[in-house]
């Protein structure tokens, strides 16, 4: 079985600063690791993947994620906040499978004060 | 950029009724999915589905409901008699290969009164 957790189901930073949400996953084989963004009333656009390459994955908009095995996290990470990154964001496993689903975290409301 | 389309937006409808909701994956796709998201929860699989039939399935995902691709191009989820809890946003996904990521649809918000 596979889980995800994301530590901490609200962030606040301010405009230019550091953004860090964190997520960790259980998973019985190699996982996939994805994070999502939703912004209010609209679905879920894919921010990043990764799929067993590269630890260090960048994404749209500025953000980017490492894959760390040893501490079972894929951490989201942008190094300086823009207003429009306020939303909702999820962390997601799978494991690839064939016909695998993929499994969310609770997600993390981001918050960027002015 | 290529998308997954749902429609409609947002239904309503009347407890114990019958509603269909649609999507058109991207048309190089193989698997497809349906997801909800109940307010303020988090996103949960429904079915996996795949070479025309389904491949897995959640808890959630009882007798009430099915899933079909009637003509190589749409995907639909059936519920047959909605309940006040089928109250959500369902998001149909889709993905080309294994190693690809999954493409949502914007979703359909279904509102049970």
């Known amino acids: 079985a596979q889980s995800v957790t994301q530590l901490g189901s609200h962030v606040s930073v301010s405009e230019g600063a550091l953004v860090l949400l964190r997520c960790n996953y259980s998973?019985?084989?190699?996982?996939?690791l994805f994070w999502y963004v939703q912004y209010p009333n609209q679905g879920l656009q894919l921010l990043l993947k990764y799929t067993s390459a590269a630890t260090l994955v960048k994404g749209i908009n500025g953000f980017e994620a490492e894959f760390k095995k040893s501490e079972t996290s894929f951490h989201l990470t942008k190094p300086s906040a823009h207003m429009s990154d306020a939303a909702e964001y999820f962390c997601?496993?799978?494991?690839?499978?064939?016909?695998?689903?993929?499994?969310f975290g609770e997600g993390t409301q981001l918050t960027v004060n002015p | 950029e290529p998308e997954v389309t749902q429609t409609p937006s947002h239904q309503v409808t009347q407890m114990g009724q019958e509603v269909i909701l649609r999507c058109v994956p991207i048309?190089?796709?193989?698997?497809f999915y349906w997801y909800r998201q109940i307010l303020g929860q988090k996103v949960e699989f429904l079915v996996s589905?795949?070479?025309?039939?389904?491949?897995?399935k959640s808890e959630i995902f009882d007798d009430q409901f099915s899933v079909e691709r009637p003509d190589g191009s749409n995907f639909t989820l059936k519920i047959r008699s909605t309940k006040l809890e089928d109250s959500a946003m369902y998001f149909c996904?889709?993905?080309?290969?294994?190693?690809?990521?999954?493409?949502f649809g914007s979703g359909t918000r279904l509102t049970v009164v």
């Open positions: 589905f795949y070479n025309n039939e389904i491949s897995e």
């Open positions: 048309s190089n796709h193989l698997y």
């Open positions: 997601a496993v799978s494991d690839l499978t064939s016909g695998s689903r993929l499994t």
């Open positions: 998973s019985s084989v190699p996982p996939y």
């Open positions: 996904a889709s993905r080309q290969g294994r190693s690809s990521g999954y493409t």
